[in-house]
Each structure stands twice: as structure tokens, then as C-alpha cells.
């Protein structure tokens, strides 16, 4: 496969960053086709909402399959290998919409999240590989709004073209982004070169995970900060609506306003931690910070200020996601370039899985407290967090990721 042999490293970050956001794109589709598969389809929420869950079961399932792959034969082939999955994904769905088995369709739609996870620890991995240290963390941070810019699109271009009653016209545009995002991937992305590899003291290859608790513990400290971040996003619009008595129309700026904000609030905390040296301080602040700004949120709501609600929403929802970047760049450099893509998996699968369980058992919650008393428990997660965060790591054969090899792989 051809690609250009000179690396670029913030071309790379842009195709890798847009091919995230293409299958984000892909993978948010179904779940913005709800409205029509049950107002004129005729299924019910229940139903329309598993078909819409079907891409995030693809990508759960395979989130570390991808990663190691990765590890084995290189970050271009795994993932232009991916995207050409979500692509015959896109296809099938397709196919499938014409068809009157919503079975099949959902098996498709699932097919688009396998391809789409590869994506993941791919473009993670270009990022750490072709950045030094001293500027990770911004174009982490940069790369990691892909997935927000990703699923805004899909809420702009969906409804409009569902609105004909049809569920393919979305799937071919969404469809059609990805296959550019491919060639895209397959022109310019390149290997990034790894170090030779690491050994343990006996002589066998070494693992991060052995003996060494800390990215286990930075998985944890993710999945229990993505409950905030789920909480507010899955419910803030109803809240607004239904128990601040908002119209509409505001809760969803305010909503949208949240969203656009906590892309900058990422890239943001990754420019602090290069300046820091440290991913790990600034995410046990972030961790921190979460705390009283959910219970002001509880409290502007209870007292029914709008004003307070707002500013208080907006301020924890940015918070909330800022830590992404930080703990994925961290996972990335502790486990090492040969370990890295199966370690992003285990860190991504670790927060999909924290994110199934937020919206039935916060929904459970809101029915027997109210929001306002459901707000206030979430602070819980990061208060928890916080004593888990482990210390920054000293540098080790396993840790960090050269850009200097002793070994270059980049022609693969």
C-alpha cells in the first residue's frame, strides 16, 4: 500500500483525528435515526434504541482485538483495514434498510462499530509516536475532540436527511466520509518508528501490566470519571426541559454550548500538562475540580436559578470530559510502543462499559431522588477517583514512547 514516505506529523493528526470523526459520524447515525424508526416505523423505544446500540456493542467487542493487531502489524494497515470494515458496515446497513429485518440491520449497524473501533489506538498511536513529549499533549487533546466534532455532525446532517422518511440517504452520506477518510489514511499516515523491545529482568519481553498496578488504576480512575461525563450528556437536555421548566430551544444551546466547550476544555488541559511534564497531576486536578462544580449544579438546581444552572452545567460538562486526553496520552506513554495499542483497548473498553451502565442506573436513580439529589451523587465518581490517580511513573524500559529507535519500523 503507497503512502508518502516523508512523515508530517500534524497532516497525520489531521487525517487520523478526521477518521475518528468519520466513523463517529457512522457510529452516531443510528441513534439519530431513533425519531423515524419509531414515529414512522412503528417499532418502539425500547427496540429503536437497541438498533441504535448495536454499533457501540461492534465496538466494544473488538476495542482490544484492534489494539493488539495494531501492536503486531502497524498502526496504516490496522487502520485503513478499519475503515474499509465500517465501509462494508455502511454498506450492509444499507442494504439491510431496504429490507424489512430490522435484525439484519442491526447486525449491520454493529458491523459499522467493529470497523470504527480500529480506529481508536490507531490514530492514538500516530499521535504518540510522531509528537515529542513537550507537545503530546496538545495534539492529544486536539485529536480527541474528533469524537464530539464526530457525533455534532451526525446531529446536523441526520435529522435533515431522515426527515424524507428514509433511513438509507443518511447511511450513504456518512458512508461516503468514511471511504474519503480511507484514502485519506491509506496517502499519508506513516508507521511511526518504534524502539527496540523492551526486555524484563529474566530476559522475557516485557509486560506494563506486570507487576505495576498504575495503568490498571489510571483505567479505573477513566471509568469511574466517564459517570459524570455520561450522566450530564445523556440527561442534561431533560433536565432543562423537564424539571427546569426551559424551553427547548435554550436547554439545547445550552446543551450544544456544553459540548463545543468541552472540546476546548481538552485541548486545553493537554497544552497544561506539556507545560507540566505531567499527565497525572492534572488529571487528579481535573478529578478535583469535578466535585463542587456538580454540587453547585445540584444546588442551582434545586433553588431553581437559571442563570447558576447554566453556568454550572456548562462549567462541570467541560470539566467532566477533560480528563480523555490526559488518560489516554498517560496509558500510552507508561505502556509503551509495543504495548500501547492493546493497553488504549483495554482503557477505552474500560470507559464503554462504565458508560452502559450510567444511563439505566442514573435514569433509576432520578426516579427515586429527583435530578437535583442525582446531580449531587455523581460527585461521588470523582471523589472516589481521586485517591486511585497514581503518582507519575519514573521513566522505564517500558515506559514512554521513543522516537528515536534503535529498531525503525515506520516502512511497514
Known amino acids: 500500500m503507497f503512502a508518502l514516505r516523508t512523515p508530517r506529523p500534524w497532516l497525520m493528526l489531521v487525517v487520523g483525528g478526521g477518521s475518528q470523526a468519520a466513523t463517529a459520524l457512522l457510529i452516531s447515525t443510528p441513534a439519530y435515526l431513533i425519531p423515524l424508526l419509531h414515529t414512522e416505523r412503528g417499532l418502539s423505544l425500547a427496540e429503536a434504541g437497541l438498533i441504535a446500540t448495536a454499533p457501540n456493542v461492534g465496538v466494544l467487542l473488538t476495542l482490544i482485538l484492534w489494539g493488539a493487531a495494531t501492536d503486531r502489524w502497524g498502526e496504516r494497515i490496522i487502520l485503513v483495514t478499519g475503515l474499509v470494515v465500517a465501509i462494508v458496515g455502511a454498506l450492509a446497513s444499507i442494504a439491510a434498510a431496504g429490507s424489512d429485518s430490522y435484525v439484519l440491520l442491526a447486525l449491520a449497524f454493529a458491523l459499522c462499530g467493529i470497523g470504527g473501533a480500529a480506529t481508536s489506538a490507531t490514530s492514538g498511536r500516530v499521535v504518540i509516536g510522531w509528537f515529542p513529549p513537550e507537545r503530546r499533549g496538545l495534539a492529544m487533546g486536539l485529536r480527541q475532540t474528533s469524537l464530539p466534532l464526530g457525533m455534532a455532525a451526525g446531529a446536523l446532517i441526520v435529522p435533515a436527511l431522515a426527515a424524507g422518511g428514509e433511513i438509507a440517504p443518511s447511511l450513504i452520506v456518512a ?125 442551582a438546581g434545586e433553588l431553581h436559578w437559571a442563570a447558576a444552572v447554566a453556568v454550572f452545567y456548562v462549567l462541570a460538562s467541560c470539566v467532566s470530559v477533560a480528563d480523555n486526553g490526559l488518560a489516554f496520552t498517560a496509558v500510552a506513554e507508561i505502556a509503551g510502543a509495543h504495548w500501547s495499542g492493546r493497553a488504549l483497548g483495554a482503557q477505552n473498553t474500560g470507559q464503554y462499559l462504565a458508560a452502559a451502565i450510567v444511563a439505566p442506573t442514573v435514569g433509576a436513580l432520578i426516579a427515586v431522588t429527583g435530578y437535583s439529589a442525582a446531580i449531587a451523587l455523581l460527585a461521588l465518581a470523582p471523589a472516589v477517583a481521586i485517591p486511585l490517580v497514581p503518582k507519575e511513573p519514573g521513566q522505564s524500559p517500558i515506559s514512554g514512547v521513543s522516537t528515536t529507535p534503535e529498531t525503525p519500523e515506520s516502512g511497514k
Do not use: C, K, M
Open 175 to 299: 458512508g461516503a466520509v468514511v471511504a474519503f477518510a480511507t484514502i485519506a489514511s491509506a496517502l499519508f499516515i506513516v508507521n511511526p518508528p518504534r524502539p527496540s523491545r523492551p526486555v524484563d529482568a529474566e530476559g522475557r519481553p516485557a509486560n506494563p501490566y506486570r507487576g505495576d498496578g498504575t495503568l490498571a488504576r489510571i483505567h479505573l480512575v477513566s471509568a469511574l470519571l466517564v459517570v459524570p461525563q455520561y450522566a450530564l450528556a445523556t440527561f442534561g437536555l431533560v433536565w432543562l426541559i423537564a424539571d427546569q421548566q426551559w424551553d427547548p430551544v435554550a436547554a439545547g444551546i445550552v446543551v450544544a454550548l456544553a459540548q463545543l466547550l468541552g472540546a476546548g476544555g481538552r485541548v486545553a488541559v493537554g497544552v497544561l500538562s506539556d507545560r507540566l511534564g505531567s499527565r497525572l497531576r492534572p488529571l487528579r486536578w481535573v478529578a478535583l475540580a469535578g466535585i463542587p462544580l456538580l454540587l453547585l449544579t445540584a444546588v
